[in-house]
């Protein structure tokens, strides 16, 4: 696919790629749980890899394998501990699963900093995976899966994303964090605010799992949330010194640089619902 887009502009690229993506990803939330479990399984796979990858680039050597498979581990427990398949006694298999990234760091010979590489196989777990994991909880407000909110979420996270990109274009000229990310601006986090309320409410006409001012106040937490997982992320690769985390997705870089902003917001969505 890389390919045979490449002939296009990075504008076209990016349009043609979040449409084909967006028709998946929603086709999947819609269709049944477990089509979104597949997809986020892998976006989780996918990421995390990407993520021990790039801290590979800078020397580090982390467990890829175990650290990944750790965090798929989570994500499926969470998922059938939502759903009510296992009850909430299994989440305690977590703890010694994660343990043996010290057992088998232990039996690995010439390595000049174990600890660290432990500490940055841990970072992969909590920064991707944990997050990702999260979503289940969206997806079983009621312990019934409901696809209103995990595709309000996601759709609130496009508009955003959208509305950010397109008013910079057009409008940015006061830079928002010029030392992590030159090209961010105001007017583009502003256009994203509008964007995100304006979607917001259109889904609290339309879906009623959340009253109006939940589904404002997500919209709220994306717009901000989402903007520092940008940010966060767009430090993460210049301490690398790499412009995209990836060329897996064309026009839009890896699936760390399209599932950023997801990244941070989730956790404050699920404790503002579940507080809320």
Request: glycine share 10%; with cysteine; proline share 3%.
């Amino acid at each position: 696919m890389t390919y045979i887009l490449s002939k296009y502009s990075n504008l076209k690229q990016r349009i043609i790629t979040a449409v084909v993506g967006a028709v998946i990803i929603v086709a999947g939330v819609y269709y049944s749980e477990w089509a979104y479990f597949a997809i986020f399984m892998l976006i989780c796979a996918f990421t995390q890899l990407e993520f021990y990858k790039l801290v590979g680039l800078d020397g580090m050597v982390p467990l890829k394998s175990w650290g990944t498979f750790c965090g798929l581990f989570i994500f499926c427990l969470t998922f059938l501990v939502e759903k009510e398949v296992v009850g909430f006694g299994y989440y305690f298999l977590i703890f010694p699963v994660v343990a043996c990234i010290f057992f088998i760091k232990l039996y690995k010979k010439g390595e000049k900093k174990p600890f660290t590489n432990i500490a940055f196989t841990f970072l992969g777990i909590s920064y991707v995976a944990l997050p990702i994991s999260l979503l289940n909880v969206i997806v079983f407000p009621f312990g019934v899966y409901s696809f209103q909110i995990i595709f309000g979420c996601i759709l609130l996270h496009w508009a955003s994303d959208t509305g950010a990109y397109f008013a910079g274009v057009r409008f940015g000229k006061r830079k928002l964090f010029e030392r992590v990310s030159p090209k961010k601006s105001w007017e583009g986090s502003i256009g994203g605010a509008i964007t995100a309320v304006s979607i917001a409410f259109g889904l609290s006409y339309f879906y009623k799992d959340l009253a109006a001012w939940q589904w404002f106040s997500i919209a709220g937490i994306i717009v901000v949330a989402g903007t520092y997982g940008d940010l966060v992320e767009s430090l993460f690769k210049r301490s690398i010194e790499i412009k995209d985390s990836g060329t897996v997705i064309p026009g839009h870089g890896g699936f760390l640089d399209r599932f950023d902003g997801l990244l941070l917001s989730a956790p404050f969505i699920v404790a503002f619902l579940k507080i809320f």
